[in-house]
T-cell receptor, first 110, second 118 residues
C-alpha cells in the first residue's frame, strides 16, 4: 500500500495564530493530494485539494503547499479558531483511489 | 449538499455473527468505498465499487464482502465477525469535476459506524 505519514501526531496552537500541519508521502507517481478534517464523532470532511502540477493552492483561510522534490505536503490554517480543533488527514493518489495518513490532532487553545 | 448516510452509528455484535453495514448516497455518484479507521493506522480501503454490481478489492478485503445492487447503495458484509474487526467503518462516495481545466476528485464520507465485536 501507499505510505502517507504525518510529521506530528498532535499540535496545539493559540487561538488567532496560524497553524501548519505537515505530511510526507512516498509515491512519486501520485498526482493528486487532498486534506481532510475530521471532527470527533464525524466522518472526514474535504478541505482542499491540489494537483501535482501546482505547488500552492489557497482556499478560505487555508493554503496547501506541495513540494514534489521532497514529497512533502502542508496545510496552513490562518487565524486558527476553536472550531478548527479536529484531526487533519492528508491523502494522495492517482485516479480515483486514495491513501490516507494517520492524522494530526489539532487543538486550539482559547 | 452531498449526503452519505450509514445505517448505524454504533453496533455491537458477537463473534461469529453475520454483520451488514449499509451505506446510501444521494448524489448519483458512480464510485463508492468502504474504509476502516483504526488508531495509528489511518483509513484503510476494504473494498470499492465503480458501478452497480462491480466491486474491487482494496488493501484489506479479507473477512469482508460487499454488495452493490443499486447505484446509491453499497453494503459491507462481515460473514463471520471476529474481534479484530472491531473498528470504525467509514463509507464514502466520490465525484469528479473539472475546475480551471484540471480534473478534481472529491470523496464525501458518511458519519461512520463504530462496530464492536465481543
Amino acid at each position: 500500500g501507499e505510505s502517507v505519514g504525518l510529521h506530528l501526531p498532535t499540535l496545539s496552537v493559540q487561538e488567532g495564530d496560524n497553524s501548519i500541519i505537515n505530511c510526507a508521502y512516498s509515491n512519486s507517481a501520485s498526482d493528486y493530494f487532498i486534506w481532510y478534517k475530521q471532527e470527533s464523532g464525524k466522518g472526514p470532511q474535504f478541505i482542499i485539494d491540489i494537483r501535482s502540477n501546482m505547488d500552492k493552492r489557497q482556499g478560505q483561510r487555508v493554503t496547501v503547499l506541495l513540494n514534489k522534490t521532497v514529497k512533502h505536503l502542508s496545510l496552513q490554517i490562518a487565524a486558527t479558531q476553536p472550531g478548527d480543533s479536529a484531526v487533519y488527514f492528508c491523502a494522495n493518489g492517482s485516479g480515483n483511489q486514495f491513501y490516507f495518513g494517520t492524522g494530526t490532532s489539532l487543538t486550539v487553545i482559547p | 449538499d452531498v449526503k452519505v448516510t450509514q445505517s448505524s452509528r454504533y453496533l455491537v455484535k458477537r463473534t461469529g455473527e453475520k454483520v451488514f453495514l449499509e451505506c446510501v448516497q444521494d448524489m448519483d455518484h458512480e464510485n463508492m468505498f468502504w474504509y476502516r479507521q483504526d488508531p495509528g493506522l489511518g483509513l484503510r480501503l476494504i473494498y470499492f465499487s465503480y458501478d452497480v454490481k462491480m466491486k474491487e478489492k482494496g488493501d484489506i478485503p479479507e473477512g469482508y464482502s460487499v454488495s452493490r445492487e443499486k447505484k446509491e447503495r453499497f453494503s459491507l458484509i462481515l460473514e463471520s465477525a471476529s474481534t479484530n474487526q472491531t473498528s470504525m467503518y467509514l463509507c464514502a462516495s466520490s465525484s469528479q469535476k473539472v475546475l480551471q481545466g484540471n480534473l478534481h476528485y472529491e470523496q464525501y464520507f458518511g458519519p461512520g459506524t463504530r462496530l464492536t465485536v465481543t
